[in-house]
């Protein structure tokens, strides 16, 4: 834990405050805002997301949270001090943390002893947007939590190429198109009265490229029945992408979306190009 505590030191420089103010989180330290990029740490109490409904200003357009949540890590343990309408609320309200959390509640605080997960944190500005609600940023840190306790820091780096490539729902869109692109340059037939949507589901490697492809019928889950052609357009389709994908570089993840094949049926012979 001691370890722990200093990395934190050394990375921010004393206590951190989490702030929950706009769409994202936010981390005060000294002064200075440092954007948390994953999801509060009260989002996953449905209890006590209801109950934040009374700090709600269903009038304020600033800010898609509508409350903001004051947290600090003391000694390895993330701590929340306070809940309170935004900033931009017409009457500011200030939650009773002690009503809220009974259990939890001693001397002010509260610890999040609910809290297993990680928090994606980055004191740098965004890189790129992808739209206006999009940021990315080239370097991120993850705090590890197991039961509110700090377990691991680390920094993630991006490859430079990782720099504008969308995040992964534009990513599965992309995929989709180009395959379809693709079929559309087969010379195919109808294939009538036999319907297929394919799940196209694939892993991405610790650099972010895509391996183990594996087409599965979308009804029954189990691996369809497509030729060596198929194989070979999809995965250059997927060769296609800007790999790796941001959000998923450095990390083994899973991809998968559905393509409808009701109208045509796998090629016969090479692949046509344009």
């Known amino acids: 834990m001691k370890n722990v505590t200093l990395l934190l030191l050394l990375i921010f420089g004393g206590s951190i405050t989490i702030a929950k103010a706009k769409p994202t989180d936010s981390i005060i330290v000294n002064g200075q805002n440092i954007q948390v990029v994953s999801a509060s740490p009260l989002d996953s109490l449905q209890k006590i997301k209801a109950l934040l409904e009374y700090y709600r200003d269903t009038n304020c357009a600033d800010c898609l949270c509508n409350f903001e949540a004051q947290w600090k890590i003391i000694d390895g343990h993330v701590i929340l001090q306070s809940i309170k309408s935004c900033a931009y609320a017409a009457k500011p309200l200030q939650a009773d943390l002690q009503k809220l959390f009974p259990a939890q509640f001693h001397n002010g605080i509260v610890k999040a002893d609910w809290l297993t997960g990680e928090l994606w944190v980055t004191n740098e500005s965004p890189a790129n947007w992808i739209l206006p609600i999009f940021p990315i940023w080239q370097r991120e840190t993850c705090i590890s939590i197991t039961k509110g306790i700090v377990t691991s820091i680390k920094t993630v780096e991006y490859p430079g ?34 319907p297929r949507l394919l799940t196209i589901y694939f892993k991405t490697n610790t650099t972010g490229r895509p391996i ?41 993840c899973d991809i998968n979306f559905f393509v409808n094949l009701s109208f045509v049926k796998p090629p016969v012979g090479p692949v046509l190009s344009r």
Request: glycine residues 2%; proline residues 5%.
């Open 161 to 194: 190429n990782a720099i504008g490539a969308p995040n992964p729902s534009v990513v599965r869109d992309s995929m989709r198109n180009l395959i379809i692109q693709n079929i559309k340059r087969w010379r195919l037939k109808k294939l009538p009265d036999h």
């Open 212 to 252: 183990e492809v594996h087409i599965l019928d979308a009804n029954t889950m189990k691996a369809a029945l497509v030729d060596a052609t198929w194989q070979s357009a999809i995965t250059k389709a997927l060769n296609q992408i800007k790999w790796p994908v941001y959000y998923e570089a450095n990390k083994q």
